[in-house]
């Protein structure tokens, strides 16, 4: 069973020899949830992003998230009481690794990347670092040259004194390829 | 083929992401003894962080206080509206207002308290009238501080129910 398993993702990770490039721009969803941070909550976040790929494994990225963050809540003399999670811009750029050559059918890959990270929260001076992050990401192409795509990212931004911000992100997406060869994988 | 630079560089890619990865963001809530300070009866307390569990279990590893806010009720006991301030030092001695204001750094003003009345100061509401934050961070670093009640316009006579919501990185 591991072994047919890990046929199908090697399967999926190389691309097809017809499918040398493929461009194709998308947008996505889903959630952004802090990591070990007792002063902010779980929220959501969209972004685009238009992809190309000049060989069939690797491909480059260019990202634009806006995210947020929910407000966390605490009780003290007996109140509850709330402080601005506050909202993430992130512009950044990722390599992708992997079937990412294009063509229809299903694309394993892992993405490595960085980010221009601005977080902005109500009364409190903005944060902006640069922020690192990977993950896999699978997408399903169809012969409509539309793909739909769930990806994860763990993202690490270092902040001052050497400790980090950290988060979890999992995005549904949809992508449209332009140029998709024909035959596909 | 020689393994040994990737096994070192492998090394030392490990070491420097433990100790980036090993870090957590954590928020602690200290409430102050309530206190009454007037014009002519100066009143401080005293903060000893390490009288708070969580503090206490992460001294040694604080890599940074990122935040640092006054929450509470103050309460205006003459008829005169006045606002409340909070006063930090690593002394706790002064006992005249010239004193304070002579040799402690002002960390919070309140919003204007009406006369025989009171305030609440949520967490939001805190973060925007704490005052010369780098200070309140320092000393909330060494855990151990002074903080002293005035007001703005004498004579006052104010209450002072507050806590510190602390939040700091600490880890590897």
């Known amino acids: ?185 | 083929m020689n393994k040994r630079p990737t096994l070192i560089a492998a090394v030392l890619l490990f070491v420097f992401l433990a100790g980036c990865i090993g870090t957590g963001t954590i928020r602690l809530e200290y409430e102050l003894d309530e206190f009454y300070s007037s014009s002519g009866n100066i009143q401080v307390v005293e903060v000893d962080l390490t009288t708070n569990e969580d503090y206490n279990d992460n001294k040694d590893k604080i890599k940074s206080v990122d935040q640092v806010t006054v929450v509470g009720w103050l309460i205006n006991m003459q008829q005169a509206d006045n606002s409340a301030e909070i006063w930090l030092s690593d002394v706790g001695t002064f006992a005249s207002e010239a004193e304070v204001r002579a040799n402690a750094t002002r960390v919070f003003v309140s919003p204007v308290i009406p006369g025989n009345d009171s305030v609440f100061i949520d967490w939001s509401d805190g973060l925007n009238h704490v005052e010369n934050l780098p200070a309140l961070k320092d000393a909330a670093e060494v855990g151990h501080f002074w903080l002293y009640g005035l007001a703005d316009s004498a004579p006052f006579n104010v209450g002072f129910r507050i806590g510190l919501i602390i939040v700091l990185t600490a880890g590897l």
């Open chain 1, 1 to 185: 069973m591991k072994k047919a398993i890990s046929f199908v993702i090697i399967l999926a990770m190389f691309g097809s020899a017809s499918a040398l490039t493929d461009i194709s721009v998308g947008a996505f969803g889903g959630l952004n949830i802090p990591l070990v941070q007792d002063d902010t909550k779980s929220g959501n976040g969209f972004g685009l992003k238009a992809k190309v790929s000049p060989v069939p494994m690797i491909a480059g990225t260019a990202f634009f998230e806006s995210r947020s963050f929910g407000d966390p809540e605490l009780i003290i003399f007996g109140q509850t009481m709330t402080s601005d999670g506050g909202k993430v811009t992130s512009l950044g750029v990722e390599v992708m690794i992997g079937n990412v050559g294009g063509g229809t059918g299903p694309h394993f890959y892992w993405t490595v990347g960085l980010s221009s990270y601005k977080w902005t929260r109500d009364n409190q001076d903005d944060f902006s670092k640069v922020g690192y992050h990977l993950g896999p990401g699978f997408e399903f192409v169809f012969p409509a040259s539309i793909g739909v795509e769930i990806r994860g990212k763990f993202e690490i931004v270092p902040i001052d004194g050497g400790g980090s911000r950290k988060n979890a992100l999992v995005f549904v997406g949809a992508n449209y390829h332009f140029g998709l060869p024909a035959g596909g994988m």
